[in-house]
């Protein structure tokens, strides 16, 4: 009883606080309503919420290693890493762009756009060479990043084979994978091979004693050994009596070296200039026939019964640059149009003018065999008007890729060959000089004869062949 009683007090004192509380508003607002006629009695507005900031457990270390530091942490690229980022993003914007960077739509195919860069990369990288010295490291590598990335493009560039796979079950199946293209996979270690071959080529040189270069001002006056095609070149100058023979075989044996690098990348550059399609501009800037392209003279020359391409091309004028690329562009224009006669079912020859097509046949393998005669000696020929128009209109990008590093691969390796031909010449006059001074060396006779000649008197020699004059004309 006395729980209850208890328990009933405790409540009648809570209800009495509710009460009080209750009526402290009630008068508040009564005295609002009084100050304020008419007025509607507006409820209390809800509190705001306060968000009270909640401070982050602490970290704690697990293995002696603070997890702060691991959470703040983030991957520390080095410096030269985030340099070569930034400029294989610019390289790579730039060809995406066909070369204009001003984005007003005026850029170059893709496939000219990527050509373009390996050559101007080439250019900038070896330019001409004029000396036989090993390239610097800084361009050495910078060769080898720019062009693995160029080379990269070439991995996305595959197509479908058909391959067996084994399911779970062991049922065997044929799927379709996907694989890089033929060519590329067969191309790109071949040029890459050569090109490493070319660059250990070059790495020999640089420690040679018996050869070496001078400037065109320091033989003023003096006998220069460099042939007249080179003018521009530095002079080289070997020891007076000629390079040894340890060193002349070794300087053959790196010329037999570049040269096959040189007939590959030839062969790999010509292999793929064919499987690009001609263009339309060119086949509409050719003339009608054969004879207008060649010329009356050259017709004429190739077309006879018995046909020698040695002695045709002897006949030639090859005085110049020029003239050699002249000749070029008439031969391959002449071969495309006899191609194309021969392929053209619909178009029927004139009455009176027509040439069967078993002679166009025979005509079209003389003109490329002199085609190729001439490749084969001026290696360094610039590229003809047909090279040309295929590169700017081409749209394989991987065909392009192929084309300008096996072009710059040729290139260089001509003028590596070019200049140990210089130091075989210099060396080949040098030796020459010396068998010449050996053999003018006047003996006793002749020592004998000089003195005793007066200034108007003949010597012995002149007086021998004038008796010997004299009595052939009496017989």
Known sequence: MLRTITRKCTILTSAASFKGTKSSDNSGKLNQQNLIPNATTIPAPLPLPVSVPVPAPAPSPVDGIDIKDVQQSEPVVPDEIRADMDMMKERFAKLLLGEDMSGGGKGVYSALALSNAVTNLAASIFGEKGKLEPLAPERKARWRKEMDWILSVTDHIVEFVPSKQTSKDGTDMEVMVTKQRADLLTNIPGLRKLDTMLIETLDNFGQEKEFWYVSKNDLEGRESSQREDKWWHP????????LSEPQRRWLQTQKDSVNQVLKASMNINAEVLSEIAIPESYIDSLPKNGRDSLGDSIYKSITVEYFDPIQFLSTMDFSTEHKVLDLKNRIEASIVIWKRKMVQKDGKPSWGTG????????????????????????????????????????????????????????????????????VLHADSLTRTRMSNADSSRPSAADGMDIGFKFDNEPSCLERIEDLNGSVENDD
Not at 359 to 385: C, D, M, N, W, Y
């Open 355 to 422: 040439v069967s097509v078993g002679k166009r046949e025979v005509f079209e393998e003389r003109a490329e065999t002199v085609l190729l005669i001439l490749k084969q000696h001026f290696p360094g020929l610039p590229q003809s008007s047909l090279d040309i128009t295929k590169i700017q209109e081409n749209r394989d990008v991987g065909l392009a890729i192929l084309e300008s590093y096996s072009r710059v691969l040729e290139s260089l390796a001509y003028s590596v060959m070019s200049r140990i031909e210089d």
């Open 235 to 242: 002079v080289v100058k070997v020891p007076e009596n000629g």
